[in-house]
Nanobody
């Protein structure tokens, strides 16, 4: 069973930065496309960013483009989300997800594995 564990969430003021990390439990996981999603209270889970298996291609939601950066370190089985210039509307639980092959996708239903989530709260 593949496990994903997120960390790095917390409380930050608007304009600040956070770096989320996602650790995978299985080495073969390093070849999986991965994504970050978020879900705010009362809202549906939404796409944030995705990255292909090698890290050569990245994709972002328009709402975070230019502020967030997704990256990965396959040697460490890690994927990261660097979040800069945070806004109160970025407040949500952030989830790491992995897809069993294929290309990175922006639809949550295309992902096979999910972490438990980490809370990000941005105060105004």
């Amino acid at each position: 069973q593949v496990q994903l564990v997120e960390s790095g969430g917390g409380l930050v003021q608007a304009g600040g930065s956070l770096r989320l990390s996602c650790a995978a439990s299985r080495r073969t996981f390093s070849s999986y496309p991965k994504g970050w999603f978020r879900q705010a209270p009362g809202k549906e889970r939404e796409f944030v960013a995705a990255i292909n298996w090698s890290g050569s291609s990245t994709y972002y939601a328009d709402s975070v483009k230019g502020r967030f950066t997704i990256s990965r370190d396959n040697a460490r089985n890690m994927v990261y989300l660097q979040m800069n210039s945070l806004k109160p509307e970025d407040t949500a639980v952030y989830y790491c997800a992995a897809r069993n092959g294929g290309t990175p996708m922006s639809q949550a239903g295309e992902y096979d594995y999910w972490g438990q989530g980490t809370q990000v709260t941005v105060s105004s």
